[in-house]
């Protein structure tokens, strides 16, 4: 992955994209992200901050990216697919950090989520770019420690899965540089738990305000 320069396409705007833009522009690797409206004016103020990030829209930042970020809210993910065009993701890997959060509230602190027991968003979102190499990553995380997260000695885990094995080795290799190690689940079928894992993560947060943590997996 890091033996030479990429170009990395990130479909989204908000927190989550800028902070991964940030770590990818640190690492040497052009970004261009990709919006509705590139010209909104939140975006516009942000890109003054990293000049070097390029803006324009979705089709526009998945045509011109070697490796695709989903950073979009998981409600809208599948439409931002259909404006980017199915076809720009074919022979791509593509990292998907979304999750099936519902627009119901919490109860008790725990998550709605708008799929199943038995899918998830990325199986969803496989099926929209059946071309694409997508590989679950950095959902079970807060934005505030995407890259370089900061726990003294220890590196946190990131649960990843997908279909293709040279994919998986990509973004293992993306979440090192960041510093994580990442655990291989397997199969797309493992996003189901691995979704469901941003409810756990959250729950201390709304329970106590606690959003500085992550997941650690332990081996012997």
């Known amino acids: 992955m890091y033996t030479k320069q990429l170009k990395i396409g990130i479909l989204g705007s908000g927190t989550v994209a800028q902070v991964l833009a940030k770590g990818f522009i640190t690492e040497g690797h052009p970004v261009m992200m990709g919006t509705r409206i590139p010209v909104k004016k939140d975006v516009v103020d942000w890109q003054k901050t990293l000049p070097t990030?390029?803006?324009g829209s979705f089709s526009e930042a998945a045509q011109y990216a070697d490796i695709i970020i989903l950073a979009a809210k998981g409600a809208a993910i599948l439409d931002v697919l259909k404006l980017a065009g199915p076809e720009q993701f074919t022979g791509k890997v593509v990292i998907d950090v979304t999750n099936p959060i519902s627009a119901d509230p919490p109860i008790n602190g725990v998550l709605k989520f708008f799929t199943r027991s038995?899918?998830?968003?990325?199986?969803?979102?496989?099926?929209?770019i059946p071309g694409a190499y997508v590989v679950k990553a950095f959902n079970s995380i807060g934005s505030a420690f995407m890259y370089k997260p900061a726990f003294g000695s220890e590196k946190p885990t990131m649960f990843i899965c997908g279909d293709n094995e040279e994919a998986k080795k990509t973004v293992t290799g993306i979440l090192y540089v960041f510093g994580w190690e990442a655990e291989d689940m397997g199969s797309s079928v493992s996003a189901r738990p691995i979704e469901q894992l941003c409810i756990l993560w959250c729950l201390p947060g709304f329970l106590s305000n606690q959003w500085t943590h992550a997941f650690k997996l332990l081996k012997r």
């Open 53 to 55: 990030v390029q803006v």
């Open 118 to 128: 038995d899918e998830s968003l990325m199986e969803q979102i496989q099926a929209v």
